[in-house]
């Protein structure tokens, strides 16, 4: 499956930004969904999974209560909505697929997209 992922940018901090990750080329509703991020230099991280039906949702405790995952499997489409932005969240973030029921793992994720920068000023 491909990936891409969009909707980056800069933000104030306190704002709010929504990533879309788009995939084709294989039945997207069988995949487990997850987003990570890599800061300037800085291993890539968790953020978020979502299992193949949407049902299943995980968080980095870093992020809870202000990120949300979710995912239109009729649109083949992953989102990360993103609220309360901080500095600390700038990062490429990542969309990755494995076919199951989402991991927080970065080894279980088969397919990745090209990523796509999020700035938080402050």
């Given amino acids: 499956v491909q990936l891409q992922a969009s909707g980056g940018g800069l933000v104030q901090a306190g704002g709010s930004l929504r ?56 649109k083949n489409t992953a989102y990360l909505q993103m609220n309360s932005l901080k500095p600390e969240d700038t990062a490429v973030y990542y969309c990755a697929a494995e076919r199951g029921w989402g991991s927080s793992r970065l080894d279980a994720y088969e397919y990745w997209g090209q990523g796509t920068l999020v700035t938080v000023s402050s």
């Fill in 19 to 74: 990533l879309s990750c788009a995939a084709s080329g294989r039945t997207f509703s069988v995949y487990g969904m997850g987003w990570f991020r890599q800061a300037p230099g800085k291993e890539r991280e968790f953020v978020a999974t979502i299992s193949w039906s949407g049902g299943i949702t995980y968080y980095a405790d870093s992020v809870k209560g202000r990120f949300t995952i979710s995912r239109d499997n009729a």
